[in-house]
């Protein structure tokens, strides 16, 4: 059963990679792949973001007089970087419908990979910006085209464990970015190499190879190619003037804000929680300056492995949880569990053997969300519209989630800065965002079993 048919419900027996053919697991592994290297994009700026804001501010690493600052020009970059996703994705999600699937995924690689690179040239916290708001660019653009292209390509019965996996697959870019961060900040504790930060963002540039293969290789989902024949794609103004898929986007809109937000306004900051943790244990062992920030690194990427072993496992969860009990009771659950598991961590974080247990049940919990986006969205919209309301849903939720980094900044360098710690209490502040999921999902359409919409 392909295209429009229905989804059957669940069988517990179901292998659902024996529907796959040939061609069927070259398109998965492209999207996966192309999506595992944009996350490793992503994860590369969250672990390089501490110490590349502390140099360029030319600050002393360590230096409390200076934490709160740098936390506040953390929060402008990340903010950058998301808006700049937010733009990205919505004009590269039109251009999915319009120009096709895979055609788009060729130019966001290459952009995303570009302005990585470039990412190394930088001299302040400004131009740094600008060229994470130009990588964004490319960012947001790759979760629309290659969901659209799975979910039209698969058998339908497969469709949701195939998304599933596509999802999964950014823990694993994740992970790759933080044994990329253990093995540079280890070099660069043994004096090997001067910044580990620069050089993580050379490693990022070479995803580009990868639009060789699209290039190649793929070609456009057939359900693609007849609405192109007789339909307007990606038009904006039927998105919103049709009533049904309005309501929609504007749904997926405020799950996806709550997810977003919770993870890059709340769950990425735990590398800055960790850095002030390791600050306390290093100082007490009396290591020198250089040593510690070498640690650092090191201890960050060692965070960031386990946040998304977690991560990996969270998202299959959901993809199994999801076809037993349908969409909306899956992302309630998960809303849940996402917002208890991240105020949790975030008060009671203080040593070393919480990275062990703590940190990934909370990566475990956050990112089960995504893999519900990647499922749920491409559900949504008929194929003329996919990829435009699937990455208006992802990406202007991440444009209004943009105020999440800048608000953790803000009250962890202003409202909060007279208290110990003031990042504990600005995360745990910030967990109510998860309520606003809960709070869409009475207005959300239940999809699981429905055919894809035409």
């Known amino acids: 059963m392909h295209g429009t048919n229905p989804t059957p419900k669940a069988d517990p027996g179901y292998r659902w990679y024996k529907d796959l053919d040939r061609y069927h697991w070259l398109v998965l592994t492209v999207a996966s792949l192309g999506w595992l290297f944009d996350t490793m994009d992503q994860q590369l700026f969250n672990l390089a973001r501490r110490p590349a804001i502390t140099e360029l501010l030319g600050a002393r690493p360590g230096d409390p007089a200076m934490a709160g600052k740098i936390a506040e020009y953390a929060g402008y970059s990340t903010m950058i970087f998301m808006i700049g996703w937010a733009i990205g994705g919505v004009i590269f999600g039109i251009l999915g419908d319009r120009i096709g699937r895979a055609r788009t995924m060729i130019l966001t690689i290459l ?4 302005f990585t690179g470039l990412s190394v040239l930088s001299t302040s916290v400004w131009d740094f910006s600008v060229y994470r708001f130009l990588t964004g660019l490319g960012v947001g653009g790759q979760f629309a085209v290659g969901v659209a292209l799975v979910a039209e ?15 999964a697959c950014s823990a694993i870019g994740n992970m790759l970015a933080a044994l990329i961060g253990i093995g540079l900040g280890s070099l660069e504790q043994s004096g090997a190499i001067g910044s580990a930060w620069r050089m993580m963002f050379v490693v990022g540039a070479l995803p580009a190879l990868l639009a060789l293969v699209v290039f190649r290789k793929l070609k456009e989902p057939e359900q693609w190619r007849k609405a192109k024949e007789s339909k307007q794609l990606g038009s904006m103004g039927e998105l919103f003037s049709t009533p049904r898929w309005r309501h929609n986007a504007l749904t997926g809109m405020l799950l996806a804000f709550a997810g977003v937000v919770g993870l890059w306004g709340i769950g990425f900051f735990s590398f800055d929680l960790i850095s002030s943790v390791l600050d306390k244990s290093f100082r007490a062992q009396g290591l020198p300056e250089s040593v510690i920030a070498g ?22 969860a959901f993809t199994y949880l999801t076809a037993r009990m349908g969409r909306k009771p899956a992302f309630a659950l998960t809303f849940v569990a996402a917002m208890i598991s991240t105020a949790f961590t975030f008060w009671f974080l203080d040593d070393f053997a919480g990275i062990f247990w703590m940190i990934p049940i909370m990566g475990f919990c956050q990112i089960a969300l995504f893999g519900g986006y990647a499922i749920y969205f491409p559900e949504l919209f008929p194929t003329r519209l996919r990829s435009t309301g699937t990455s208006f849903c992802y990406n202007v939720g991440r444009l209004v989630a943009a105020l999440g980094p800048l608000s953790l900044g803000l009250l962890t360098s202003r409202v909060y800065a007279g208290y110990p710690e003031p990042m504990r209490y600005a995360g745990v502040t910030m967990c109510l965002v998860f309520l606003v999921g809960l709070a869409a999902l009475p207005f959300a359409p239940e999809t699981r079993g429905e055919p894809l919409p035409e």
């Open 111 to 114: 952009s995303y990979s570009l």
């Open 295 to 316: 640690k650092k690194t090191m201890w960050t990427g060692i965070t960031s492995l386990v946040q998304n072993l977690g991560a990996f496992f969270g998202v299959y």
């Open 153 to 167: 390509t698969v058998p339908a019965r497969a469709r949701p464990y195939a998304l599933g996996t596509v999802q």
